[in-house]
């Protein structure tokens, strides 16, 4: 059993920048960020994964986040700059279950960005 607890969101203005934070609770393999906002479906942010150790973005945020880990304290972060309003969203840690599983089956509670235009 993995346990999630994501932190770090805020209200920002356009162009400036945030640091999520996610500490886990439980060997953990893949991890990623997810966002959603109201009235859309939850959309993929970043991720390592355990089996590459490679990290993937979506086309939206490439060169503005930056997914990284700290294994001594089991946590991930998401380093966000120059926010733009569409980022606005209730952003979500996940984790796989196993080391090769493709999908992600443990998330927290969200942590809540709203960036002001």
């Known amino acids: 059993q993995v346990q999630l607890a994501e932190s770090g969101g805020g209200l920002v203005q356009t162009g400036g920048s945030l640091r999520l934070s996610c500490v886990a609770s439980?060997?953990?393999?893949?991890m990623a960020w997810f966002r959603q906002s109201p009235g859309k479906e939850r959309e993929f942010v970043a991720d390592?994964?355990?089996?590459?150790?490679?990290?993937e973005y979506a086309e939206s945020v490439k060169s503005r986040f930056t997914f990284s880990r700290e294994i001594s304290k089991n946590t991930v972060y998401l380093g966000m700059n120059n926010l733009q309003p569409e980022d606005t969203a209730v952003y979500y840690c996940?984790?796989?279950?196993?080391?090769?599983?493709?999908?992600?089956?443990?998330w927290g509670q969200g942590t809540q960005v709203t960036v002001s235009s």
């Open positions: 996940e984790a796989a279950k196993g080391a090769w599983d493709s999908n992600y089956y443990y």
């Open positions: 390592w994964r355990w089996s590459s150790g490679r990290t």
């Open positions: 439980g060997r953990t393999f893949s």
